[in-house]
């Protein structure tokens, strides 16, 4: 089965919710997995709008990136500069792929205010995580 390795600064918000997608809209296809570059902990706000949209990510925990997956992935998608920029060498058989999306986790104001924020990036998520099937 093919890999594919969601990675963000924290592994907690964007890559923790490009897994969620996955492992739902991609799972017969690709072993999905997600990593960061740092561990911040899984993002509650990130919790709360994927189980808007049905995805429990609740049991997701934030990892820093694993060698011998990334080594072994078929294709590393980094969605946030930092990622990219502090991403291993990617590894000769892997495609990668960059979707520069805005870091919820910075969202400011009332808890509707940030919701708000996290669905927007959420829905951009689950569009180009689908686009991969």
């Given amino acids: 089965m093919k890999k ?16 969620g997608y996955a492992n739902v809209l991609l799972k017969r296809q690709y072993e999905c997995r997600s990593a960061g570059v740092e ?13 808007e949209d049905g995805i429990d990510i ?4 934030s990892t820093l990136i694993d060698p011998d997956y990334f080594n072994s992935a078929d294709l590393i998608v980094t969605l946030c500069g ?27 104001g009332t808890h509707e205010q940030k919701m708000t924020v996290f669905r927007q990036v959420r829905d951009e998520i ?8």
């Fill in 82 to 108: 930092d990622a990219r920029d502090r991403c291993p060498v990617i590894p000769p058989q892997a495609q990668s792929i960059h979707w520069p999306l805005p870091d919820p986790a910075k969202a400011t």
């Fill in 58 to 61: 609740s049991q997701q925990k």
């Fill in 39 to 51: 561990t911040h902990g899984l993002n509650s706000y990130a919790v709360e709008a994927m189980a």
């Fill in 4 to 19: 594919i390795y969601f990675l963000c600064t924290g592994n907690s918000c964007r890559s923790q919710m490009a897994e």
């Fill in 126 to 133: 689950k569009k180009l995580v689908a686009g991969l099937a």
